[in-house]
Each structure stands twice: as structure tokens, then as C-alpha cells.
């Protein structure tokens, strides 16, 4: 069998179950008594290991293996979580993350986990607690735990308690075909089935020695169950290379048996080859969760979503934007020839585009939990490397963006992390001495308005040092102290998204080296965005980042400057006006208007832009649109305005290069190139 066929589903199944590992395990740290989320931590625990076996990935599987010990003894209640164990297990986290990264690049997987290795097994058999009072409680909990390989005290009590609460203890005996070659292979398969059916309690030989194939043609499986035995039993059978499955019911004296050495002696032959095996939780919570399991189906419902390679996508909405450009063509033509039923047709065939339009820009829009789920993690580890206490709380994770802009806006956020822990946040001694909660917290948030997604970071920090601030730029030459001393307090706050610019005292791994803001800014308005930043000395400050939601297809003005057309997005313009010479005011040499009573400047379209047409005096009887990025206003003079439309943004291509003020360009309908305005280059 090709196992290659079965890479990019091994991969993408592993990145989810990572995610799920860390973020269960986070919940853990903070609930270290909440036996269910060890369960679930467990159960991804031991997808990924079979998984990783299956594939032949033996670094993976076997680091996952002894990841799955520790948590098997925590489930079982012999051992209680600690920071140590924590930590390793986190440690052992970011060895599989960068061993599945190696082999999505292509590579073999491999690692050097030895160390790993061995700090995991020092905590099953308690070694690592030596030098503490705990240690014969940890060693007491090992030896009970290895001394028999038949059922112990808790998967017995746990079968009784299952058919008290009137499920079933089903003994299940599968015999694979002589000229089955991946046996591993076929027993994960059955797992896989039981585990839709019910709960496995043990395996004989145990799930290890199965994935590593040391057993002949046969092995038993014991599980609680409310579905039929028998249907099990045919179910089982029926998958490939399965040639016999024969299932009987367990009753008290059966299970007494089991727990004894009365079991057959070929059985006993395979039990002694394992010295581990699959345990379930307390008694009590095991049963209240099969009874639940009993009301329930007995089967999954099937999944109703695919994996789409993000090319396809990509192509589908290419096609789709030539199909655009069309479509206006259509609409212009059928205004102009003036036909009944050329018009009514394209009309319909525009509502269908435009309902297609809404499919291929959802099937494009992703979650912004894909982002955010992979900073608690980060945020934790900076935490204690700071040796401060963080809450991280996260509002609007289901959020949606273009996948486009999800694939960008990760290191941003990164940056303004590290920089509301490092510099917003104070010590935990500065945080009591300021009368605050010794714990500080860090605000995600994600929400949609307009056309738009915003995401803010606030934290409850000192705020900044506006003076620092000010004195550092004027130290870096960013400004004068003339204009320093001119500037109000949001616009000294703003300082910091100066490129090379910081506040730092001293030079660390998280900051002080002068980069980060600069880049954050950078990558949001090439994303057509805007950043701003809010703050109060002493209360914290507010990161705010505005994005489009998507972009690849947008609605513009269009306008005319002398014989050409250009289109500005729409969700920058404010409004439009008529221009008077009368409406103009000079302050210190800049032309500007009064606009709801604030005075704004006045932009010449056509001197940015060095039009060939351009006429100074016959522009200034013309029209204005008034344009908005955060809290700067600005009002642009153009000739004329044709009106709204749809544009499909396309690249202006290495071969033009860099155009002031232009992001792009779009095909209209007339089949005439016009560009599109970049509103963020008006403002100086």
C-alpha cells in the first residue's frame, strides 16, 4: 500500500489534533482536577499515536506513547498533575509540532526526543519526584499499576458499574486474514469502529504491542456498549481483512474470571507481553457518561464537510473574476442597445452572478479562531518567562476573513502580544503596589462592521509613558521637540509604529530591539488596513486594526481626472461634495476646507497622481469625495464621478513596480484598464 496516498490527511488530522492537545492541556493547567478534559487530551493522545504508527512515523508514535502513559496514570487518578509535568508534556507538545512541520516539508519526521524520553518516564515510574515526600506514593501507583496484566481494580469496577447502569460488557475475539500485510493497520480500523459504538476498556495483546504488530493473526477487545453485540460483531467483520469476529456478552461471574487468571492461556501468553494497558476514569463519572451514551445514537452523524486544496480556490475565484468583468460588459451593452429581452436576461443572469459572488467569497472566508487558537500557548510560555500572571481572553474567535488576509495577519498579532505582555503589562509586585489584581489581562477581540473585521488587543497595563515616548523620538530624530511639544496625546502615542523605534530599557529575547511595530503597520496597510493605538497612563492600552474582508473583490468609486478613470474603495470614502473657490482656506501654505465643522486638507488627485492634464486653476471649480483612515480625514479633488461598481483588484506585476498611490488596477466594462487609488497614500 502507498501510504504516500494517505500524507496530506495524516497531516492535516495531526495539525488538528495538536491544536486540540494544546488547548485542552491549557484548560487543564488551569482546572488540574477536571478529570474529563484528561480524557479528552487522552483520546487525541492516542489518535495521533495510532496514527503516527500506522504511517510509520516510530519518533512520533513513541514520544506519543509515552505522553499517553503519563496522562493514562493521571485519568486513573495515581498520579496528580504539577507545573514539572506540565511543563514536559508542553515540551513534548512542541517536539511533535516540529516533527509533523518536517514532515509537511517533506522530511522523515525525525527528532532527537531522548531527553523527552526519558523525563516522561521518570514520571510514570516516579523517579523524578526522588527528593520529595510523594515519591512512594508515585512508585506505589507504578507497581500497582505494572504488577498484572490482567484487568486491575478500576477497569473491573467500571464494566460492573456499565452493566448496573444497563449497558453492556461485550467481549469481542477478531481473527485477521492470513494475507492481511498491515496488521497495525486493520486492528486501528476496529478500534476506530468500537470506538462509534462504545467505550474500550482493555486489549489483549494492548494497543501498543497491536501498533507495533507484535501479535499473530488475533486479538480481543473488551468494551461497554448500548448497541448490539451481535451488530457489532457483523460490523467488525465487515471491515477489510477481517475474517472472523465473534462477540459474547460479560457477565458478573465472566468478569470476575477476567480479572483472574482464568483466562485462556494464549490470551495470557499476549497479556504478558505488555506491561500497560488502556484504563478508564473513576467508576463513578465513567458510568454517568455512558449512561448518557445510552440515550444517545449509537453512531456519529457523517460528516458533511471536504478538504479543498486553497489552489483550487484561487481559481475558482480567478474564473470567477473574469466572469465578473463580463457580466458589466453585459450591463453596459444591454444599456446602450435598449432590447427588452437582452435586458430582462442579463438582469437575471447579474442576480445569479451576484448569489455566486456571495458562494465563492464565503467558501473563501476562514475562521480568525485558525489564528487565534495558537496564541494561549504562546501567551502562557512569555508569562512565565516574565515571571508575570496573564489571563488571555479571546471574544469573537468565529469571526470570518478571507483566507488571504488570515494568511497575513498572524505575525501582526504576534507582535502586539509580546508587546502588551512585555511593555503593557506590569510585574506582579508593580501590578499590587498600582492597586490592581495581581493578575493581569490580555483582551483579543474580533468583530465585523461595514465591510470590514476589526481586532483589538487591550491590556490593563501601565499605558505609555507618553513623555518617554516623546523624548525617545525626539532623542531617534523621528521629529523635533518643536513639533513634539505640538503634537496631542494620541499622536505622541502613535510614535511607536515609527520604524526602529522603542521604549525598552534593556534588550531581551521578547523586545527592546526596535522592530515589531513598524512591521505591524507595514503589513496592515498592505493589507488595505489601518492600526491605531489608545491609551490611558495607568489604566492600559487599546490596539486597534481595521482589514477588509476580503481582497480580491470590492466596490469602488469610480471617478474621472482628466480623460482617465480610476476607482477608489468605497469603504474609505465618507462622502462627496461640490468645490468652490470660496470654500477654500490657506493655513501655513496647505490648502484645506471646512467639513462638519473641523477644518481637513484638500488633496489634488491629479498632483499626486502627476496626471499630463493636470490644470491647477480648473480644478479648483471641480468635485470632492472626503476620505477617512482612523481618525484622519481628508478631502480629494476629482474631475468627475461615473458612479459605483463591483472591480475584480489585479496586480499591477513586477514589470510596473511600485506606483504612488496606486494598489492596483481593474478591467471595467468597456474593457478599459482603470487603476485603483490607494486612499491611504493621500494622507501626509
Known amino acids: 500500500m502507498d501510504m504516500n496516498a494517505y500524507l496530506s490527511m495524516f497531516i492535516d488530522e495531526s495539525n488538528d489534533h495538536l491544536q486540540a492537545l494544546n488547548e485542552n492541556l491549557l484548560k487543564l493547567e488551569s482546572d488540574p482536577a477536571d478529570i474529563g478534559i484528561v480524557q479528552i487530551i487522552f483520546r487525541s493522545a492516542h489518535t495521533l499515536k495510532g496514527m503516527s504508527a500506522t504511517m510509520g512515523f516510530e519518533d512520533l508514535a513513541s514520544l506519543t506513547h509515552e505522553m499517553e502513559n503519563v496522562l493514562d496514570l493521571v485519568r486513573n487518578g495515581k498520579l496528580t498533575m504539577d507545573a514539572f509535568i506540565f511543563d514536559v508534556l508542553f515540551k513534548g507538545l512542541d517536539a511533535l509540532e516540529t516533527m509533523v512541520a518536517d514532515i509537511t516539508a517533506g522530511g522523515a519526521g525525525k527528532a532527537d526526543v531522548a531527553e523527552l524520553l526519558s523525563s516522561l518516564k521518570s514520571i510514570v515510574d516516579g523517579s523524578y519526584l526522588a527528593k520529595d515526600a510523594a515519591a512512594g506514593t508515585q512508585a506505589a501507583a507504578k507497581n500497582e499499576n ?113 480479572a483472574h487468571p482464568e483466562i485462556p492461556e494464549a490470551v495470557k501468553a499476549a497479556e504478558a507481553r505488555t506491561a500497560d494497558v488502556q484504563a478508564a476514569s473513576s467508576a463513578a463519572a465513567e458510568a454517568k457518561r455512558q449512561t448518557a451514551a445510552a440515550s444517545a445514537p449509537a453512531a456519529p452523524a457523517a460528516s458533511r464537510t471536504i478538504r479543498v486544496d486553497i489552489d483550487r480556490l484561487d481559481s475558482l475565484m480567478n474564473l470567477f473574476s473574469e466572469l465578473l468583468i463580463d457580466r458589466v460588459r453585459l450591463e453596459q451593452l444591454a444599456s446602450e442597445i435598449g432590447r427588452t429581452e437582452l435586458s430582462e ?92 489584581p495581581e493578575t493581569g489581562t490580555i483582551f483579543l477581540r474580533a468583530y465585523h462592521s461595514g465591510n470590514h473585521v476589526f481586532i483589538e488587543v487591550e491590556e490593563d497595563g501601565r499605558g505609555i509613558n507618553s513623555e518617554k515616548v516623546k523624548a525617545k523620538a525626539v532623542e531617534n530624530g523621528v521629529l523635533s521637540a518643536q513639533e513634539a511639544a505640538r503634537m496631542t496625546q494620541d499622536e505622541i502615542n502613535n510614535l ?89 482656506l490657506n493655513v501655513h501654505g496647505s490648502r484645506m476646507i471646512t467639513y462638519r465643522n473641523a477644518v481637513i486638507p484638500l488633496v489634488s488627485l491629479g498632483s499626486v497622481l502627476e ?70 497614500a493621500l494622507f501626509k
Not at 164 to 180: Q, T, W
Not at 394 to 406: C, F, K, N, P, Q
Open 146 to 258: 505494572g504488577a498484572s496484566a490482567d484487568l486491575d481494580e478500576f477497569q473491573l469496577s467500571v464494566l460492573k458499574q456499565s452493566v448496573e447502569s444497563g449497558l453492556k460488557a461485550v467481549r469481542l475475539d477478531i481473527e485477521l486474514e492470513d494475507s492481511c500485510v498491515l496488521k497495525a493497520a486493520r486492528s486501528y480500523m476496529v478500534f476506530n469502529f468500537l470506538e462509534q459504538h462504545g467505550e474500550v476498556i482493555k486489549s489483549i495483546p494492548s494497543v501498543t504491542d497491536l501498533e507495533q504488530e507484535k501479535f499473530d493473526k488475533s486479538f480481543t477487545v473488551i468494551l461497554v456498549t448500548a448497541s448490539d453485540e451481535q451488530a457489532i460483531a457483523e460490523g467488525a467483520g465487515n471491515i477489510s481483512e477481517i475474517a472472523a469476529a465473534a462477540a459474547s456478552l460479560l457477565d458478573e461471574a465472566a468478569l470476575e474470571a477476567l
Open 345 to 436: 436576461t442579463v438582469e437575471h443572469l447579474s442576480r445569479i452572478s451576484g448569489d455566486l459572488q456571495n458562494i465563492v467569497l464565503k467558501l473563501r472566508m476562514v475562521p480568525i479562531d485558525s489564528v487565534f487558537n495558537r496564541f494561549p500557548r504562546m501567551v502562557r510560555d512569555l508569562a512565565k518567562n516574565l515571571n508575570k500572571k496573564v489571563d488571555l481572553v479571546i471574544v469573537g474567535a468565529d469571526t470570518e476573513l478571507d483566507r488571504t488576509v488570515i494568511d497575513e495577519i498572524g505575525d501582526p498579532l504576534v507582535h502586539l502580544l509580546r508587546n502588551s505582555l512585555d511593555h503593557g503589562l506590569e510585574t506582579t509586585d508593580g501590578r499590587l503596589e498600582a492597586g490592581k
Open 496 to 584: 511607536i509604529f515609527a520604524p526602529g523605534f522603542s521604549t525598552a530599557d534593556t534588550i531581551s529575547d521578547i523586545s527592546g530591539r526596535g522592530v515589531g511595530l513598524d512591521v505591524v503597520r507595514s503589513k496592515i496597510l498592505s493589507l488595505g488596513g489601518n492600526v491605531s493605538v489608545e491609551s490611558k497612563a495607568g489604566i492600559g492600552s487599546k490596539f486597534s486594526i481595521q482589514l477588509p474582508l476580503t481582497l480580491s473583490i470590492i466596490t469602488a468609486m469610480l471617478i474621472k481626472l482628466g480623460s482617465e478613470k480610476y476607482a477608489i474603495p468605497l469603504s474609505s470614502i465618507v462622502e462627496t461634495g461640490i468645490l468652490s473657490r470660496d470654500s477654500i
Open 611 to 680: 496626471t499630463a492634464d493636470f490644470n491647477e486653476e480648473e480644478e479648483l471649480e471641480s468635485e470632492y469625495l472626503v476620505i477617512r483612515k482612523g481618525d484622519k480625514w481628508a478631502a480629494v479633488i476629482v474631475d468627475d464621478f461615473i458612479g459605483q461598481s463591483e472591480i475584480v483588484l489585479k496586480s499591477m506585476g513586477g514589470y510596473l513596480g511600485q506606483i504612488p498611490a496606486v494598489s492596483g488596477a481593474t478591467i471595467l466594462g468597456d474593457g478599459q484598464v482603470a487603476l485603483i487609488i490607494d486612499p491611504n
